[in-house]
């Protein structure tokens, strides 16, 4: 008998104590503890594919434009590397964008560039050239005449913007000049830096302009 009392007291306790923990609330959370070290680097995904047409328009080189100055307003310098890599490839775009025409000792190259890319076979964003070459009995050869045209627009970080929509081929004709063509390969390279002054009319800084173009294109002869 007193066994068995004991055990009724000790299972009161235990059950008094179970009772008494399970009502309790919990407390107030503790303190933030300090932030941990950051995670490492995630490896780069892979890269996209480039869109339909996209290489199509690309591969057959580019132009590319250096433009040193002053701003119209007067207030800074500005410097602008600009990329015309896209080709019009229809049948319109090869005859006035990738061309070659030989006559003798004569070659007349007619080159086009776009900014972006092309829908049509123009937009407005551009640089053409043509390029004018003869060659003496020994195979050497002169650059004999230049047209050199660009549109495009130069925006700047207070957004401001400006323009260039004319020719400058008075100044890129008497300016330095670099010329190489393969007619094997197609490949033509061509580099000029000129300066157009700031009293040309359709300089728009109002400042001497100093221009670099890098040209380094594929070009066709039609058979």
């Not at 690309?58 to 015309?84: H, S």
């Amino acid at each position: 008998m007193k066994n068995l009392l004991k055990f009724f007291t000790m299972l009161m306790v235990a059950l008094a104590a179970y009772v008494f923990t399970g009502c309790a609330e919990d407390g107030d959370p503790g303190a933030a503890g300090e932030q941990g070290e950051p995670g490492k680097k995630g490896e780069n995904g892979e890269d996209g594919e480039n869109g339909v047409g996209f290489d199509e328009a690309t591969k057959y080189g580019n132009i590319t434009l250096v433009l040193d100055g002053q701003r119209p307003d007067n207030t800074k310098e500005f410097k602008r590397d600009l990329n015309f890599r896209f080709t019009p490839v229809g049948v319109n775009g090869i005859r006035t964008s990738s061309v070659v025409y030989t006559e003798g000792i004569y070659r007349t190259f007619t080159i086009r560039r776009f900014y972006s890319s092309v829908a049509q076979d123009f937009q407005d964003n551009q640089v053409t050239l043509n390029l004018y070459v003869a060659s003496d009995d020994g195979g050497n050869a002169e650059i004999t005449g230049i047209d050199f045209y660009v549109r495009t627009v130069i925006t700047t970080d207070d957004y401001k913007f400006f323009t260039f929509e004319d020719s400058y081929s008075e100044f890129a004709m008497n300016g330095n000049k670099e010329y190489t063509y393969d007619p094997a390969t197609g490949n033509l390279d061509l580099k000029l830096n000129f300066t157009v002054p700031g009293d040309f009319e359709f300089n728009p800084t109002g400042h001497d302009l100093h221009v670099v173009a890098t040209v380094n294109v594929k070009v066709f002869e039609s058979m």
